[in-house]
């Protein structure tokens, strides 16, 4: 591994006290694994711990961390050894977040980017208003997409300003690796787990905190060198036109299984959500309830009647209306 320098958390300032978890899962990620660890070491917010676990790996990817742990204070980083068989991406840093410890701030990491020095300070200042309240927040940031050596390639797609629950539902903004949650949101998503099955972590979360009325701040400014590779679980293509491309690609039912799925799992949990976010819910199962002609027109009203569920671009817009009018 190369060298780094991991800030010592002695007489930190006030806002530094606020501590954070740094939640990594990997999974036969020692080609990038190195480059994330020193970028975490060079994190100018001192107050971490790394938890993390390994996913069935068949690397060096869990020696490598052990490595990196090897070189911090003792109970810096705390591995997970809790289900040693493989879960998935949601379900292993679903058990990550189980091991959170109270009054922490919770940080998504993924094995293959680098994180900007200031990453976890611009998170925790964002969230400070937040972190002794039971109101729950998510914060979220745009990213530097790269190629696999790091040659840039374009910032990742603005962010809206004020999301609102009606957008979680359409797409997620909220990129895993930028996440960070405030302690009330550490507990309602605990609270949720696990997400349906082809709704990842990230999108959970996203749906949660803004169905039960929390607080989703979104940063302008890239936080990180967001790796794009054969081997990502999830891409990003930087415009929108690449985009609307991988949705067709994707077609329909796809998205439609995955919306219905998502609609589902949040009523069962419509005790942790607002009344008005429960109210949508269950005007979205009864319009995707009904087949043929008729569903097409109670579904096409409904998107009159709810304005605020749309996508980021007016290409995608026009493909989530189709999609959702067709059922």
């Known amino acids: 591994m190369g060298s780094f320098r991991v800030i010592s958390s002695d007489r930190l300032p006030v806002r530094d006290a606020m501590p954070v978890c740094i939640l990594l899962s990997v999974h036969n990620g020692a080609a990038f694994l190195d480059a994330l660890l020193q970028s975490l070491g060079q994190q100018t917010h001192a107050a971490w711990r790394l938890v993390w676990r390994d996913d069935g790996s ?148 996203y749906l949660l905190v803004s169905g039960a009325g929390g607080h989703v701040v979104t940063d302008s400014q890239p936080t990180l060198y967001y790796r794009q590779h054969q081997s990502n679980v999830v891409g990003a293509p930087a415009h929108f036109a690449a985009r609307a491309r991988a949705a067709l690609r994707r077609g329909p039912a796809l998205f439609m299984s995955t919306f219905r799925a998502n609609v589902t799992q949040l009523l069962r949990h419509g005790d942790l959500l607002t009344d008005p976010a429960v109210a949508r819910l269950g005007k979205l199962r009864q319009a995707l309830d009904i087949p043929g002609p008729a569903g097409w027109l109670a579904r096409w009203r409904l998107l009159h009647r709810m304005p605020e569920m749309r996508r980021s671009t007016r290409a995608e817009q026009m493909i989530f209306r189709l999609w959702f009018v067709l059922g």
Not at 106 to 130: G, I, T
Not at 142 to 154: E, F, H, I, P, V
Not at 170 to 195: D, H
Request: hydrophobic letters at 45%.
């Open 58 to 205: 068949t690397d060096d990817s869990a020696q490598i961390v052990r490595r990196f742990a090897d070189n911090l204070p003792t109970g810096r980083c705390v591995q997970v050894t809790r289900s040693v068989e493989r879960l998935g991406v949601a379900g292993s840093f679903g058990l990550l977040l189980d091991h959170v410890p109270d009054g922490h701030l919770a940080a998504f990491c993924d094995q293959d980017d680098v994180w900007f020095p200031d990453k976890l300070e611009r998170a925790v200042n964002a969230l400070a208003p937040f972190h002794a309240t039971n109101e729950p927040a998510l914060y979220c940031s745009r990213q530097m997409l790269t190629d696999s050596a790091l040659a840039r390639l374009g910032l990742s797609p603005a962010l809206p300003p004020e999301p609102v629950f009606p957008m979680a539902l359409t797409q997620n903004i909220a990129t895993g690796c930028t996440i960070m949650l405030s302690p009330a949101a550490i507990r309602l998503v605990q609270a949720a787990m696990p997400p349906p099955a082809g709704t990842l972590h990230d999108w959970w979360s």
